[in-house]
């Protein structure tokens, strides 16, 4: 059984460009988290889905992340225009349950963002 | 703020050797509290914690929640190499807040 898939893996990019990241949650799962990853914050929960529905984007860091969930097997996060400080890794997760995070969420191998 | 704390932030012992990690929290409305391995790579998931006093085991590894104390601990007996990894508490709240995590180096 498949797990939490991510793509790309790793992504280099320049200051100014956009940047798509991807998630393919666990089928039957209807929760999906999008977290960032850095050694300075530690891991942070960006934003979280439920039912393809945005719950919770408090922890988006500005306008420039925007996150979308058109169906239930499908999520992007999306930074434009990219800056340095947003380099980091990016982990999707999902889970199932109702409400928020009712049970253990599983974790995609992430995305290393480098942002030159 | 929601705050999640766990201690030590280190540590480097001996294959064998027991270990035991610290989570303390403060949350509004406390649902659960999770417990993750992370290697180099992804967060794996260990424990889900929801009822005080109750332990959870697997192998060498067990967790305990105590509400009252608003903390838990991670046990690992008979420590091994493969057991090096940062070990994550995330407490549930309505929203996930993760700790800063504790380094375990298992030396041989």
């Known amino acids: 059984d498949a797990g939490v898939i991510q793509s790309p893996r790793h992504e280099v990019t320049e200051m100014g460009q956009e940047v798509t990241l991807r998630c393919k949650p666990i089928?039957?799962?209807?929760?999906l988290f999008w977290y960032r990853q850095t050694m300075m914050r530690g891991l942070e929960l960006l934003i979280y889905f439920n039912n393809n529905v945005p719950i919770d984007d408090s922890g988006m860091p500005e306008d420039r992340f925007s996150a979308k969930m058109p169906n239930a097997s499908f999520s992007t996060l999306k930074i434009q225009p990219s800056e340095p400080r947003d380099s980091a890794v990016y982990f999707c997760a999902s889970s199932f349950g109702q409400g928020f995070a009712s049970y253990e969420q599983y974790f995609g191998p992430g995305t290393r963002l480098t942002v030159t | 703020e929601d705050k999640v704390v766990q201690s030590p932030l280190s540590l480097v012992v001996h294959e064998g050797d027991t270990v035991t990690l610290n989570c303390s929290y403060e949350?509004?409305?406390?649902?659960?509290l999770l417990w993750y391995k992370q290697e180099k790579k992804a967060p794996t998931f260990l424990f889900m914690l929801t009822s005080s006093g109750i332990e959870k085991k697997s192998g060498r590894l067990s967790s305990i929640l105590d509400k009252k104390e608003l903390s838990s601990i991670l046990n690992i007996t008979a420590t091994q190499t493969g057991d090096s990894a940062i070990y994550l508490c995330a407490v549930n709240d309505y929203k996930l807040s993760f700790g800063a995590g504790t380094t375990v180096t298992v030396r041989a």
């Open positions: 949350v509004t409305n406390f649902r659960s």
């Open positions: 089928s039957g799962h209807n929760s």
